[in-house]
């Protein structure tokens, strides 16, 4: 989609101490219940195998255009679907906000539809959904704990990316990395924590840099002496165009699975996935789909 979201994130210069200032007090997270739609939907066709139904009728994320967004799911939304219910906004945070659909006769994002959306939308919003019946899972950002909780994530964040593997000849080994954004949450017994970070080339005439999409755990009875593991990890590199950025869009508790929904964003397309974490711990990619816009 040609980057169409705006991510206020905190870029660090050092991954140990990084945030020092935010000084804001860190809150517990914990699970909230409110995507749930205030009366059922419009009745649709059945949906394809790979659909989370967890997830609801239909799944919108913002578009360029203010007050505007982009349905990812279905591909062809009908009249009905689109006045049939409020959508419910979510904020990366997990913070929700319910507003009205109407269709767009005249814009469209690729082959993707476009809807409006009535009111004032909050600037922040990563994702809507309507007719979802998951538990929405709230996420405490790195920007907005403590010093010293903050600092101490971005040191476990660094160790962890370091840990990982790289093809041989990697122009970026042992370079230091800069977190570029982190969320923490807690659910099925475990803390979870997903870091987005980067290491860069600064030459003169083809800087080039690396990203890297971190999910950890560790069992939450533990939290406080056991070490994070890394589930899952993506890496990308390439120019500042060509090298995907990754951001964390929302994340919900299914009846038989946490589900989460990762943006892999270059200049001229995003990939939106959405991963399930099955029983045994691994994560995969449960559905997706490409814009090109």
């Known amino acids: 989609m040609g980057r169409p979201r705006v991510v206020h994130l905190l870029i660090l210069s050092s991954a140990a101490g990084a945030f020092a200032g935010c000084g804001r007090r860190d809150a517990a997270p914990r699970v909230d219940s409110s995507v749930d739609s205030a009366r059922p939907v419009a009745a649709v066709p059945k949906p394809p195998r790979d659909w989370a139904s967890d997830f609801g009728q239909m799944l919108v994320v913002p578009s360029d255009s203010d007050n505007t967004a982009v349905v990812l799911y279905p591909d062809e939304p009908s009249a009905a679907l ?33 809807v409006r959306l009535s009111g004032s939308p909050p ?9 979802s019946s998951a538990r929405l899972v709230r996420m405490d950002s790195i920007e907005a704990m403590s010093s010293p909780d903050s600092a101490r994530l971005a040191a476990d964040l660094a160790r962890l990316a ?4 790289t093809h041989k000849n990697s122009r970026f080994s042992g370079l230091p990395f800069a977190v570029l954004g982190a969320h923490r949450f ?32 560790r069992p939450d009875a533990k939290a406080a002496t056991e070490p994070y593991v890394v589930t899952y990890s993506l890496r990308s590199e ?14 919900v508790r299914g009846r038989q699975s946490l589900l989460l929904l990762v943006a892999r ?29």
């Open 123 to 131: 600037s922040e919003w990563s994702v809507g959904l309507l007719g």
């Open 82 to 114: 689109i006045a049939s219910a409020p959508m419910v906004l979510i904020t990366a945070a997990g913070d929700t906000t319910r507003v009205k659909l109407s269709a767009s006769d005249s814009q469209q994002c690729g082959d993707a539809p476009v």
């Open 265 to 293: 964003d270059q200049l001229s397309q995003t990939n939106y996935e959405l991963l399930e974490r099955s029983r045994d711990g691994v994560w995969r990619t449960r559905w997706s789909r490409k814009l090109e816009c």
């Open 162 to 165: 370091s840990a990982l593997s």
């Open 186 to 217: 807690e659910a099925d017994g475990h803390q979870f924590l997903i870091g987005h970070l980067a290491r860069r080339l600064n030459q003169e005439a083809a800087p080039l840099e690396e990203r890297t999409l971190i999910i950890a755990e």
């Open 238 to 251: 390439g120019s500042e165009d060509t090298a995907e950025h990754f951001e964390v869009l929302a994340t």
